[in-house]
Nanobody, 125 residues
């Protein structure tokens, strides 16, 4: 079992940056592919980015490619999402998720086994 806790959300102006963190409890973190999803009010949960178990493979939604970077530090049981050049449409609750599956990296919520509680990202103009 893995417990996930997101942090780093907040209010930022358009064009600004935020770095989200997801801390995992448990000693099997390195066996999980990790991902970030987001969900805005009234919308479905949307895939943002994923990273493989050792960090060697990443995948991004087209909407964030070139602006967001996912990374992980297995020694710290933590996955990160660096978000640059934020836009109002990026505003959402951001969730981290863990999956025991193999490559290719899944992009659907149902594929992920464990979820954090979410952290709010608000982007103002």
């Amino acid at each position: 079992q893995v417990q996930l806790v997101e942090s780093g959300g907040g209010l930022v102006q358009a064009g600004g940056s935020l770095r989200l963190s997801c801390a995992a409890s448990g000693r099997t973190f390195s066996r999980y592919a990790m991902a970030w999803f987001r969900q805005a009010p009234g919308k479905e949960r949307e895939f943002v980015a994923a990273v493989s178990t050792a960090g060697g493979n990443t995948y991004y939604a087209d909407s964030v490619k070139g602006r967001f970077t996912i990374s992980r530090d297995n020694a710290k049981n933590t996955v990160y999402l660096q978000m640059n050049n934020l836009k109002p449409e990026d505003a959402a609750v951001y969730y981290c998720a863990a999956d025991l599956g193999a490559l290719p990296l899944p992009t659907t919520p149902i594929a992920y086994d464990y979820w954090g509680q979410g952290t709010q990202v608000t982007v103002s103009s």
